[in-house]
C-alpha cells in the first residue's frame, strides 16, 4: 500500500510561482512512475505532467509546457512540481499519481494506482 501526500498549494498572483510536493510512503519511490494531474470546479480531471520509472521521457499537457517542471528525488520519497508563470486558468485541486514500474498511457488517469487527496492552487487576476 502506498500513501501519498501532497502540500505546497496555496494562493498566488498571477505571474507567481509555487512548488508541489508529493511524499510517498510504501515501497521505493524509485521503482514508481509519477504523474500529477489537476481539477478545476465544474471541469473534468486533466492530466498536468508525468515522470516515469526509470528516467524515460517526461510528458507535460500543452498548456502548462514551459511553465511547470516535474521532478522526483527518490533519496527523499519525494515528487516535485515546479509552477511559474502561474494563471487564474491554473486554479484547480492538484493531486499525484503514482504506478509501480513502467507505464504505456502516462496522460491517462487510469494508468495510475495510487492517488494523494490533493492540494488547492488557487491563482487571482
Known amino acids: 500500500q502506498v500513501q501519498l501526500v501532497e502540500s505546497g498549494g496555496g494562493l498566488v498572483q498571477a505571474g507567481g510561482s509555487l512548488r508541489l510536493s508529493c511524499a510517498a510512503s510504501g515501497r521505493t519511490f524509485s521503482s514508481y512512475s509519477i504523474a500529477w494531474f489537476r481539477q478545476a470546479p465544474g471541469k473534468e480531471r486533466e492530466f498536468v505532467a508525468s515522470n516515469p520509472w526509470g528516467g524515460g521521457r517526461t510528458y507535460y499537457a500543452d498548456s502548462v509546457q514551459g511553465r511547470f517542471t516535474i521532478s522526483r528525488d527518490n533519496a527523499k520519497n519525494t515528487a516535485y512540481l515546479q509552477m511559474n508563470n502561474l494563471k487564474p486558468e491554473d486554479t484547480a485541486v492538484y493531486s499525484c499519481?503514482?504506478?509501480?514500474?513502467?507505464?504505456?498511457?502516462?496522460?491517462?488517469?487510469?494508468?495510475?494506482?495510487?492517488w494523494g487527496q490533493g492540494t488547492q492552487v488557487t491563482v487571482s487576476s
Open positions: 499519481a503514482v504506478r509501480s514500474g513502467p507505464i504505456m498511457r502516462p496522460r491517462d488517469a487510469s494508468t495510475y494506482d495510487y
